[in-house]
């Protein structure tokens, strides 16, 4: 729980932008210890799924300049080489300094905006929820290691308290600061971790300016809320079709049982891996009962050299009999995207109708919900 709650601490420490664009392009200035001096700056985009370097400079005098445009604001991070984190900062078309922390790049100051100054309402709000993380997470560990899960509980309970006051606060700025695309940043982090409902998250997105909803996170927050209710309990699963392993399309609806799993994993997720012979056994035993399955698979992981072969190879090796299919193109898959997949293995459970009744089911539990439908 304190890992997934991390990010958001990150999330918050972005800064917030207007999209009222008056130059043709951005000037990042920096200045930092000139103990820096002749190390390499780098400019990246922060959208996790789909990350790419945007510009490289060096650090010479203590001073560091980024110059170039963006069509509209985003979220983007400064990384030093050598030095651990990065300054998250929100990337528009004006002229923005930054006094570099070499300590404590996530500290750095960053100024020359209205957003900026946005900034600093969720930092403060953030940062007493990112020095008890670091706190309560070691009490946590201790505690652990000890077998005191009564002390693990409490710790539990005392973080979640923080930061669900944490998150009404968030609310009440997220609902105020409506033209900044920090604000949406923040509900776009609510809606993946699942610290608001989605009917709230839909009326603050409703809330937003026509800028801040065209915005790459604005669209994100509208994609995620349709995924979210399109596959919500008692729905019927979305169709989809996507190649197999020897390259024909194979579709949901063309597969469905009795009962029907579908199953988001990858070859390079072990904890997928972990669970695959669990699922061997639930497909073993109740296939002929009406059980179907088709996996689909997020590999296309940047860090693979050749995704299709380990896939098929991790296919062989678990003895996965079922269907399965993928389009080898890691989160951003157009499945993974139609089902709001944020983190695998994660799975649907259909009925004859299709319909969603179950998820994300493991183990014993994944058996004895099949065992209930089938036996």
């Given at each position: ?52 370097f ?6 010479k ?8 445009a ?33 300590d ?28 008890k ?33 944490g ?113 061997v ?6 296939h ?50 139609l ?18 009744i ?18």
């Open positions: 729980m304190i890992k997934k709650l991390m990010l958001l601490a990150f999330v918050v420490l972005a800064v917030s932008c207007k999209n009222n664009e008056t130059k043709e392009g951005y000037v990042i200035t920096g200045s930092i210890d000139k103990a820096v001096d002749g190390k390499t700056v780098r400019l990246r985009n922060a959208d996790l799924n789909n990350s790419f945007v510009d490289s400079t060096v650090v005098d203590g001073k560091l300049t980024f110059t170039g963006v069509e509209s604001p985003d979220l983007y991070v400064i990384t030093i080489d050598g030095m651990v984190g990065g300054t998250p900062i929100v990337l528009e078309n004006k002229d923005i300094t930054i006094e570099f922390y070499k404590s790049l996530q500290s750095s100051v960053v100024k020359g905006s209205h957003e900026n100054d946005i900034f600093q309402v969720f930092k403060k709000i953030s940062d007493p929820i990112r020095a993380n670091e706190t309560m997470g070691q009490a946590y560990m201790a505690a652990r290691n000890t077998g005191d899960t009564i002390q693990m509980t409490a710790i539990q309970d005392e973080f979640k308290k923080i930061v669900d006051e998150n009404a606060k968030n609310l009440e700025a997220i609902k105020k600061h409506n033209d900044v695309v920090t604000s949406a940043a923040i509900l776009e982090n609510l809606v993946q971790t699942k610290g608001i409902d989605l009917d709230k998250a839909q009326e603050l997105y409703e809330n937003f300016t026509e800028p801040v909803k065209n915005s790459r996170i604005g669209k994100s927050i509208a994609a995620i809320v349709n995924a979210s209710k399109a596959t919500s309990m008692g729905s019927v699963a979305p169709n989809f079709s996507a190649p197999n392993p020897e390259g024909k399309m194979v579709a949901l609806n063309d597969i469905k049982g009795k009962v029907t799993i579908i199953d988001f994993w990858a070859a390079w997720c072990a904890p997928c891996r972990r669970e695959n012979p669990n699922v056994k639930v497909y073993e035993k109740y002929d009962k009406g059980l179907e399955i088709i996996g689909v698979s997020l590999d296309g992981n940047p860090r693979q050299p050749n995704a299709k072969d380990e896939w098929i190879k991790a296919i062989e090796q678990d003895g996965l009999q079922w269907h399965q299919v993928s389009n080898l193109n890691y989160f951003e898959d157009p499945i993974a995207k089902y709001n997949i944020q983190a695998i293995p994660a799975t649907f459970i259909l009925d004859s109708e299709g319909k969603i179950a998820k994300d089911l493991r183990g014993a539990d994944l058996e004895a919900k099949i065992a209930e439908l089938l036996d």
